[in-house]
């Protein structure tokens, strides 16, 4: 059976022509980004856990967490926790099965502990944050989707985007947020936390980054290491920046700091490094997208892609599918300069048969469409043909889904 | 001081012209959409708390909601909710203002049930949910906000983007689902429950609507009844969306039925009408965007904009002020076939002062930019010189947000 | 087989002889009897939902209630609440049985606001309180026990204790608080709440009663207001007292009250007539005894017998079961000036064999235990092989717990 | 100003010479005690935080927790958690002093932890419970309580009560507890628990000791280890307790076991060494009273000592003073054979001065009270004197509790 597979030539700006470009990246401690990266690592956990102990995947999706900010008082030199941060898991999982329970709670929890103590280094998970699960039990029919022959059936009628390759600010912005919450980075700048977004604006050949970070305030005694850091952070960025691109860089960091304040009421401090410790909520789904950023001037997709079943949520394959497409056809197809790629889907279908999986192609100048779109087909068909692929990327935890 | 107000030119296919479009809408008793419902309300009526005792607004956002599913056992005919939706409220506000204690809990409870009871028509709110509520206190340097001269400052680095005129698959994708969960429809259609996703694909000349609809249980005394109300639905859908477009119709309505059961099992039955009442669990900002629909094929941002504070919070309106503008540049301006807009903030600077408010136009065919352009900053000019009209509208709940 | 039933002489100094003597009741509007009273209705309202959809009762125990208190500002002549108070259902019972799901969860919450709705007039329970309820699911082997012939086993060792007949000061405890929350009372009294604590004292031949009573402020104007409803509420106190006893009385209202107050912060005023909204917890099993009364003077369980199961948890029958011998015997038994009982189980054996069942006598003037003790035996042990109708009682609600 | 002390002689049967008498003590690791013990671990360390950060103790009271199971799976030789024990904290304290934030929550969270820590040897606190804090800030009056000069005014109209000796069954029951879950013991016999439960009856000359005793399953390769490890259990206590009493002795450990059972249905396993693990919920109040001991045959009160402040509240230190005077009586007053204490306060007036302590006297053969009565007298006046040595050892967690 045929695929629905349409490509087409997308008559658009190519996104580096574009005036004005807009790109930002909630950085892995960010609240919204914390929340995402619990709710993937419930999810594969889970998968662990039903693979050693049943040998498949057993429905559940875990992609809904609700982090309530704590309290904290940070001071340079310290601070301390006041109340903290508490963590509420919740969706669903199958908790027994023909008899045999299964530890779904206390699995779901040392996962989201893990994910949190290896994410942000300065928590200390057990006295700073507070988890609960309220994860339900799924129901038996959707269990039974998993048993069937050939490609599971999607679960919803969905779809998923992606697009390829990343413009300069893109890269940028990506890069930023990569570079600062590296390990090598931390051991020489141990007062940068993870909390970091990265907002990247492009007017014409002029790029603005504008960084809010979260800093470390055990690690700054005082006022003028903390104005050292902002300062050397600055510099940093402004030299990553250029490696990526010819345009002119500005880079502002912490904006909303008063630097006529001799405490610690005028400046980003935090105990842990993340803002969620002392006022800020997060969620899934709420943040990057699957390909890590957030491009109001690129195709989106509104479903979080973090903690869906990778068996048959094709909000969460799609998403993940889309951009692996995209990067390769961008990549190994010769002439395509830009890919935006939609694919979607009917609930109760096979998820290798999605109703439409669309592709606009902006070429380089001197090709056509003709030579182009069949080899961009048959990868799309490829993809779908080997689409459990996908999933098993997600259960090794190598599929990134924020 | 001039504005950053940037008008060029949309090299790009007109909405109407490209091969595939997909729209997609999350009805009101969708478990986001009650989620986004739930926090704006909530916003709502803590603005008028703060209005009535204190004679202005206080800080706050209670953009967090987080809705786990209950269970229920839905019978044709009847049927029972076994256990409760569990309904949590985070955020944060000001609970004491100058020694006067504020009933902030009480206030944000009693808003959410009154949501909820107006929006699902067969939910026993005080019943069937439990709302509980970890709102936390704002801290007192973000109170300070609103009590400067001029236009408050911008709480964040965010950007809101809109765009005019609605495609025909997003005005019939829009009108499917405020036609289905209007009052009158439900006295006609009591079966018909609140949680409707209406997801609409257009590949080429052919508009394919896939509604999601739950049903509730006790108005549909058999199989038989569940069916005809289910083909009605069709019909009735069918016959609007020929009012929007001369384009082929097809609909479909919940594909994943099985019709070969004879019992409950097969169909998508409720007690309630929406299925938070049994399994889905639901969060603020992952569905709808501030226009009500989800629109891969249009810029979007990520902000949720309901629940956020309606002072200084640009996340929120900015979005709103995007789609008023695009409107009103729509309607208004000659010639303007299609306006995409963005407005970027900068954490700090006056919400009437963006870094950067940027047009894009398709024209239609014999205008050109140079007579369109003055028009179109003057109505982006116009609306941010008034951005508390924003404020205004969204304090009296006038404002779409999801 | 014959049950382990001693009667022997009690050589003990008659209650009404001792010097000293302390009774106290906590009201039914006191946070800990409130805990008492949803325990046991939720008890009450499972035993109801088990017989009805199956024919007998299942296993539970929901013995344990955790009132958080809530927050409020009562003014003179209104006040509101402001946060509301948050109720805690935990305990275990049986959720699925046969695969036919039970409403457990939602019978529970159910149970509770409906016994808060008829104790509390002036709580508006949907508004002023959050019910939550984290009851478990009952293991396989304890439902076991219940489908067994014969008497069921007992689920613990475990014992009662009871007395009769009630001294003075219990009496006039007992019916101070009884008339205080009558119906009638409240009628022509509604600034009197139902978070009424009234502790008797009696050294020689004076009493001394000490009341602390929660007033409701929507009734009481102003201070001369409360004052006046104070002083009434003593003379109701005096006058009751008098029926029964001629010693001296002497009566106390709310000593906490600062007079000297000229605003609220002076009085006992509440918004709802009870101390959970303001700061006041409450738990089960804290309060009275299952006769109504904490006696130190007199032998006591600390098995809390509200919430627990009425088949075989003898912590619960036990007690009850206890009070009724010891009425019995008091009334029935010619020369029984005061009787204490005791009967204590052994795990895994029938609930009518307890392990020891003891009785010590007082006995009045001329009478002997050779003639007692036997009618005293035979009471014992013909409640003994009923015993199931203390499980019959307690389920239609007409046993006393607290 | 002389205060209001009553010695009066006790006509009542000698503790000994009662026919029958029943003792309980619940283990450290049972669910009540745990509850007891996280309440006072909390106060005790609020204390401490206010010490080290004010100089002096603020107000507050901890003396609810509510402890509600988890599920787990114990096998010979293994096992695991399913779902961990919730464990709720609530009361009330103060969370901000002159400005100053206090991390209330934080300390108190970390003080049941730790407590946990130290009791339940094979619970891994961080991964088998969860430990949320609902306690809430106290009022400003309270606080001032503290501030006045002289004795602290009582908050409450409570009582305490003591008595002393213990009789052999109690000494008996005590130790037994004490031995079985002291270090030395556990290193020997890793596989008993610290949830032990000891019931003692004494018939005449005959004491039957009556142990429930959850095992650790990890430690326990087999049901023949269990068996023989309940069997050690049975003669240690036997030859323990033979050291306090010429009477007969008969033990029972885990009568509710099923030896037919070939798997672990039949046995007391659990994976952590206390039921909280798996169904039995705990709160505080509901065990021991301030000795240590259930005792239906001498007077107790009902007060949860356990969790509230030991600088006013009357619930707390007059239970523990009672026990102290009891003791010195009973140690230090020569002819005094049994001593009964009961004091009891009037809200408001200073703890120093009770509204009455009346102790009860047995005296031994040859003995009057003419001679005993002033030193009983002195030793009560004297204590009172120094009332506040209570809230020391309290605060240094040198005071019993539970």
Same mark, same amino acid.
């Given at each position: ?14 996104? *580096? ?80 099965? *023909? ?41 038996? +029919? ?26 300069? !600010? ?17 051991? +020489? ?5 993870? +909390? ?19 800093? =470390? ?13 902002? +300062?050397?952070?600055?510099?940093? !960025? ?9 345009? *002119?860089?500005?880079?502002? =960091? ?109 070429? *380089? ?38």
């Amino acid at each position: 059976m045929s695929r629905n597979i349409f490509v087409e030539k997308l008559n658009q700006t190519f996104i *580096e022509d574009l005036d004005i470009e807009i790109v930002e990246r909630k950085g892995i401690g960010h609240p919204d980004s914390i929340s995402d990266g619990i709710a993937e690592s419930v999810s594969e956990a889970l998968c662990k856990m039903y693979m050693d102990e049943l040998g498949g995947v057993l429905h559940h999706n875990t992609d809904e967490v609700q982090i309530t900010a704590g309290e904290s008082n940070p001071v340079f030199g310290g601070g301390q926790i006041i109340k903290p941060i508490d963590i509420l898991l919740t969706g669903r999982g199958v908790s027994e099965y *023909e008899g045999h329970k299964l530890p779904l709670d206390y699995v779901a929890i040392d996962a989201a502990k893990e994910f949190l103590d290896k994410t942000v280094i300065n928590l200390d998970v057990n006295r700073d944050t507070i988890v609960e699960c309220k994860i339900g039990h799924g129901s038996g +029919d959707l269990v039974d989707v998993f048993k069937r022959e050939g490609a599971p059936s999607s679960n919803d009628t969905s779809f998923g985007v992606g697009y390829a390759p990343f413009s300069e !600010v893109e890269t940028i912005v990506f890069e930023t947020e990569t570079l600062l919450n590296s390990k090598a980075f931390k051991k +020489d700048h141990p007062g940068v936390g993870e +909390d970091i977004k990265v907002m990247g604006l492009r007017e014409g050949d002029k790029i603005t980054l504008t960084i809010g970070c979260a800093t =470390v305030s055990k690690y700054l005694a005082n006022r003028e290491e903390y104005i050292a850091c902002r +300062d050397v952070l600055k510099d940093i !960025v402004a030299d990553l920046a250029v490696k990526y691109t010819d345009r *002119e860089i500005e880079v502002f =960091v912490n904006t909303a700091d008063n630097d006529n304040a001799t405490d610690e009421s005028g400046y980003y401090l935090t105990v842990t490094g993340t803002s969620a410790e002392m006022g800020d909520d997060g969620s899934v789904g709420r943040g990057n997208r699957a390909n890590g950023l957030i491009t109001p001037c690129r195709p989106m997709s509104m479903e979080a892609t973090s903690g869906k079943n990778p068996i048959n949520h094709v909000g969460k394959i799609y998403n993940i599918l889309s951009n692996e497409i995209a990067n390769d056809v961008a990549k190994d197809v010769e002439g395509v300069k830009q890919i935006n790629l939609m694919i979607l889907s009917q609930i109760g279908k096979p998820i290798d048969q999605p109703k439409a999986a669309s592709a606009g192609i902006i070429l *380089e100048d001197g090709y056509e469409m003709g030579k182009v779109s069949p080899q961009v087909e048959k990868i799309i068909d490829n993809w779908l043909e080997n689409i459990t692929d996908i999933t098993e990327k997600v259960v090794q935890g190598k599929a990134r889904t924020f």
